[in-house]
């Protein structure tokens, strides 16, 4: 099973913004639904966003909304993860993933994902 790509972590200070990338290195992911999910320390795998394959629509999980935006790139076949006002508490390990039924999930549990990468580390501390 193709592994997907994550990266744009880092360390940032809080209230700052970071950009996550997920890409697929074999294929493109234009067309296909994609979600993130990130997993804190200490905590299970939680979904963050989705994005279906069209684009046109997308899943926030409620305490995330406002801050954190999912969105496509068409021309590098990419999926973007745009993350604004970073707390210390989005500290994780940041994951994008496929749904094994091709289409966004309501509840976004990690195991109703696969194509999982290695991960990217969001840091925020001051």
């Known amino acids: 099973q193709v592994q997907l790509v994550e990266s744009g972590g880092g360390l940032v200070q809080p209230g700052g913004s970071l950009r996550l990338s997920c890409a697929a290195p074999t294929f493109t992911l234009n067309g296909f639904a994609v979600a993130w999910f990130r997993q804190r320390p200490g905590k299970e795998r939680e979904g963050v966003s989705c994005?279906?394959?069209?684009?046109?629509?997308?899943y926030y999980t409620d305490s995330l909304k406002g801050r954190f935006t999912i969105s496509r790139d068409y021309a590098r076949g990419a999926v973007y993860l745009q993350m604004n006002s970073l707390k210390p508490e989005d500290t994780a390990i940041y994951y994008c993933?496929?749904?094994?039924?091709?289409?966004?999930?309501?509840?976004?549990?990690?195991?109703?994902?696969?194509?999982w990468g290695q991960g990217t580390q969001v840091t925020v501390s001051s």
């Open positions: 993933a496929i749904p094994q039924a091709w289409r966004c999930t309501e509840r976004m549990t990690a195991p109703e994902y696969h194509n």
């Open positions: 994005i279906s394959g069209s684009g046109g629509w997308t």
